[in-house]
């Protein structure tokens, strides 16, 4: 069933958004050759909880950390370990935070420098991909119409989003109904609704867009072994058309030392 907010608790739910913003600029700032995913994880949890918030993440279905750490061919689900952070490396970074009983979830993909030609090729049409898919979260527009704007703008670069991966709704639950996938047609699927808050993520591969599970039950993995980037809002559908309640972003991503 597809849970409607209210405007106040699209307020409240703004409140979590704000940290989990937050906690990603914090971390953009941090992925640096040599700096661990274990690192950012500590960091992460540190900001977070002193914010009086709680990371939504750690314990969620057993996962063991505070961020999900997602290197190069690693799509979403990374545990943070000791692995350091190298020149060239993408790094997907994804939190979820829970304050007053409301949950927030965004992710970026930061890269390190020197960046190749087809990282910042991928990330640039990831990121556009996003903009466009949350344009689309209006009231009367369909759940198609999102998916269709990621995938047309994903695959006019020749990538492939991934098709087992999708978005979400969001509120109380880290995972309410509907799922929003990252490709489809236009004019389909169920009516989006004033009240509605999904999480659009788009998870898109420089190779195929087949995945893997890794060793640890959690990481996925591009099958081929291809560059991936992941990023995600979370919006709320309203009167004014869509409302990024993650506001994370700038209009480029700074290329990290």
């Known amino acids: 069933m597809i849970v409607r907010k209210t405007p106040e608790e699209i307020e409240n739910m703004a409140e979590s958004g704000a940290i989990v ?4 600029k914090m971390l953009r700032a941090k992925c640096r050759a040599g700096t661990t995913t274990r690192e950012l994880d500590v960091a992460a949890e540190k900001l977070i909880r002193g914010l009086g918030a ?13 961020i999900c750490a997602s290197p190069n061919a690693m799509v979403v689900h990374g545990i943070p370990d000791d692995r350091k952070l190298e020149r060239g490396d993408l790094l ?6 829970e304050y007053e009983g409301w949950i927030g979830d965004a992710a970026i993909t930061v890269p390190l420098r020197p960046a190749s030609k087809v990282s910042t090729a ?4 990831t ?6 898919g949350v344009e689309q979260c209006r009231p009367g527009n369909r759940l198609g119409d999102i ?3 990621v995938q047309s703008r994903v695959e006019a670069d020749g990538f492939s989003v991934i098709r087992s991966l999708v978005g979400h709704g969001i509120g109380r639950e880290m995972h309410e109904e509907p799922q929003v996938p990252n490709f489809g047609e236009p004019g389909r699927g169920p009516v989006l609704q004033e009240g509605m808050v999904l999480c659009v993520e788009p998870m898109v591969c420089t190779g ?5 599970i890794g060793e640890d039950n959690w990481a996925v993995y591009s099958s081929d072994g291809s560059l991936t ?11 004014n058309g869509p409302r990024v309640l993650t506001p994370w972003h700038r209009k480029e991503e700074r290329v990290a030392a």
Do not use: M, N
Not at 127 to 132: F, N, P, T, V
Not at 229 to 239: D, G, K, L, P, Y
């Open 21 to 24: 913003a937050r906690c990603l």
């Open 54 to 66: 709680t990371p939504a993440f750690k314990g969620y279905r057993g996962f063991p950390a505070s």
């Open 92 to 97: 997907s970074i994804d939190v979820g935070v």
């Open 122 to 125: 991928l990330l640039k049409a």
């Open 127 to 132: 990121r556009e991909a996003l903009e466009l």
């Open 147 to 149: 998916g269709h704007a």
């Open 208 to 212: 195929g867009q087949d995945v893997r």
């Open 229 to 239: 980037a992941h990023f995600e809002h979370t919006i709320a559908i309203t009167a």
